[in-house]
């Protein structure tokens, strides 16, 4: 067998091109070949949160794995598995769970951190 080594390794961040307007601190989803976008409700294609604010056709880091913290759609209890939400943000709701509240959020908007 040929020797082999991956292209990322876990855990690190990548730089992928932004197809629209996406902001730093959401989720952001494959929209196309080597491009993401803000992560749309329950999400499957998911891939990490924006390390910035990006306009469509810039390159925009994206952090992979670790904690994180999101932006609340809603309220989350620490412990809760959470899925993307609408515009890149976390929820409790939906089926494709992506990690684990470590803390609490109160109402939309406010921040909790997630174990990816």
Known sequence: MADYLPKHVPGQAITLAASV????????EVTGAGTVGPASADSASVVGVAGFDADPGDSVTVYRGGVQR???????????AVAA????TVSTTGTNKLGIALTAADEQGDVVDVAL
């Open 85 to 88: 939400a609408a515009d890149g």
């Open 70 to 80: 999101l932006v609340a759609d809603g309220a989350v209890t620490a412990g809760d």
């Open 21 to 28: 307007k996406v902001t730093g601190g959401r989720l952001v």
